[in-house]
């Protein structure tokens, strides 16, 4: 069976501090990889999705980037954290497509301070 | 028009309660559709799919209007484990993503 991990689950940085959280994606290959986030009292914002190794889709211009350097693995990053990067970071799967869903990591927990 | 819009209640329901949510989309092309169920702090998970002729899973039941851009959830016999926050969730139009409201939360009380 597939599943996804996700870390660290909670994270407390400055502002200014770099960031990368790390997603794997077990059991499956060439998945739909997402990060989306969720700020507090926000809906969910879809920031980057990848469909194979190294392709990678912004949705949101921002001070965050993404990378995909294996095919189960999605890395979120930011050179200089701002206050406003604070929320909850999700990574999830799928297949080809979104027909079926997806499943979610347990996130991350982010506070900029 | 926000591209899926939800009632953020909250809904304060008595146990056994039957409770309706409802969503409207924007992009008529949209293809697949779902609603997640979110508690406090955690990740979404998949409660259902959401099919044209409705489905039911149980004490839920989803439905969607193509016509009106509608989606809803039914939940019958409301339990107090079904205080969550539930997301209405659609499927953007190139099929590769999808797109969350900011869902509706329900709390059920004895």
């Known amino acids: 069976s597939q599943t996804i991990h996700q870390w660290p689950a909670t994270l407390v940085q400055p502002v200014g501090s770099p960031l990368s959280l790390e997603c794997t994606v077990e059991?499956?290959?060439?998945?739909?990889l997402y990060w989306y986030r969720q700020a507090a009292g926000r809906g969910l914002q879809l920031l980057f999705y990848?469909?194979?190794?190294?392709?990678i889709s912004s949705e949101v211009p921002q001070n965050l980037s993404a990378s995909r350097p294996q095919d189960r693995q999605f890395i979120l990053s930011s050179k200089k954290l701002l206050l406003s990067d604070s929320g909850f970071y999700l990574c999830?799967?799928?297949?080809?497509?979104?027909?079926?869903?997806?499943?979610f990591g347990s996130g991350t927990r982010l506070t900029v301070v | 028009r926000k591209e899926v819009e939800q009632d953020p209640g909250p809904f304060n329901v008595p146990e056994g309660a039957t409770v309706a949510f409802n969503c409207t989309y924007s992009?008529?092309?949209?293809?697949?559709f779902f609603w997640y169920r979110q508690d406090c702090r955690k990740e979404p998970k998949l409660l259902m799919s959401?099919?044209?002729s409705g489905n039911e899973d149980g004490r839920f039941t989803a439905q969607l209007n193509r016509a009106s851009q509608y989606i809803s959830l039914l939940i019958r016999d409301s339990k107090l484990s079904d205080s969550a926050t539930y997301l209405c969730v659609v499927a953007n139009q190139a099929g590769t993503a999808l797109i969350f409201g900011k869902g509706t939360t329900l709390s059920v009380s004895s």
């Open positions: 959401v099919y044209s």
């Open positions: 992009n008529s092309a949209s293809q697949s």
């Open positions: 059991g499956t290959s060439n998945p739909n």
């Open positions: 990848s469909v194979g190794i190294g392709q």
């Open positions: 999830a799967w799928s297949p080809d497509r979104v027909i079926g869903g997806y499943t």
